[in-house]
């Protein structure tokens, strides 16, 4: 199965043989279902909260931020912008030189609305001498669509989604990695104004980040008055998944094991890596322009207020925990305590110290 020579790359990767191993056996024998004991609803794995609640959240959670409390931006940006283009790249390949597909004729139908029109129509002019319009009017759509796309024009079929220009506004454009500068200045600066925004990103797309950071970085600490410490980090290559063939036996391309970048789930050997108090946690594309932000930043606050409330609770059960000589009516509101706001249901079994170390384990993590 594995060859003298496949030793070099997992050593490179940090992968083990017996994680190889591991990894076709489930693919050999499928992975286990989670059980569902019943939908979602209030008061079950539902929070509802109040007109109440929330301004005594918004003010629990600006309190919080003027004490000295780190607070971190987590922002997934690795996903390539691909799939984003599926129907253009399908109107490329196809036979059709005019668009037939719902998807084909919005493109073009509202082409005009896109952020990114300017900066294509200047690559259409370049590169054929004529403006998106004249290119429409004499049916060279699929020239339009290579500028968008190929690497001769704007290259977006290759690029990750958080560095495609997204919005438009009075004073210029945003890609998504500006949005999350705009959008960590809005609820997550602490007193002292800093901002502190953690990008997880491809190795091939790095520098290319880095470059769009630098180039708007200190146009936003203008606009919104904070400084911001942004730092990038990889996708580990020990998450990665060996690729197999059809027996279930690892793939080769010339030769070489052949693997797969995990799903966003991987990131977590990411994120262990970062040290703050509170951590919000939100995709790169996930972002929309000023004019509809206002209930993001509210309910974001709102959701750390909660988790602000809930670990100041926590807190107290665990100090009263270490109390040897805790009675069962407290073990019981402790226990109600995780099953309705944290979601932690206890084993009616357990009782006394046992029930106590339990309670000790779900609250102390």
């Not at 990411?270 to 703050?276: K, Q, V, Y």
Request: charged share 25%.
């Amino acid at each position: 199965m594995l060859e003298f020579n496949d030793q070099a790359i997992l050593q490179q990767k940090g992968i083990t043989q017996s994680r190889i191993e591991e990894q076709l056996a489930s693919f050999k024998t499928g992975f286990p279902y989670l059980e569902i004991k019943g939908a979602a609803e209030p008061g079950k794995g539902i929070t509802q909260i109040t007109n109440e609640d929330t301004n005594s959240l918004l003010s629990l959670w600006d309190d919080y931020l003027n004490t000295d409390v780190s607070v971190l931006k987590f922002v997934p940006a690795s996903g390539a912008a691909s799939r984003m283009f599926k129907d253009l790249f399908e109107f490329l390949d196809g036979s059709s030189e005019t668009p037939t597909k719902p998807a084909e004729k919005k493109f073009f139908d509202e082409i005009k609305k896109f952020a990114f029109y300017d900066v294509l129509d200047h690559f259409c002019k370049q590169n054929s001498g004529k403006h998106i319009e004249e290119l429409i009017s004499h049916g060279n759509f699929k020239t339009v669509v290579e500028n968008l796309l190929m690497n001769s024009g704007m290259n977006y079929g290759n690029l990750p989604k958080g560095l495609l220009l997204f919005h438009s506004y009075s004073t210029g454009k945003r890609t998504p990695l500006e949005e999350h500068l705009a959008e960590g200045a809005m609820y997550a600066s602490n007193t002292s104004n800093d901002v502190k925004i953690h990008f997880t990103v491809s190795k091939e797309h790095r520098e290319l980040f880095e470059q769009k950071l630098n180039e708007t970085k200190s146009i936003y600490e203008k606009e919104f008055g904070v400084n911001y410490s942004v730092s990038f980090s990889e996708q580990k290559p020990s998450t990665d998944t060996i690729a197999a063939d059809a027996d279930n036996q690892p793939f080769r391309e010339n030769g070489a094991l052949v693997f797969r970048p995990g799903g966003h789930g991987a990131l977590i050997e990411n994120l262990n890596d970062l040290d703050a108090d509170v951590i919000f946690i939100k995709n790169i594309d996930n972002v929309v322009p000023d004019a509809l932000k206002n209930p993001t930043i509210i309910y974001k606050k709102v959701i750390a207020g909660l988790l602000i409330k809930y670990q100041k609770i926590s807190f107290e059960y665990l100090k009263i925990l270490e109390n040897d000589e805790i009675t069962d009516e407290k073990l019981l509101e402790i226990a109600e305590f995780c099953e309705n706001q944290l979601n932690n249901f206890t084993d009616k079994k357990l009782q006394g110290k046992e029930l106590r170390d339990y309670l000790v384990s779900k609250l102390n993590r």
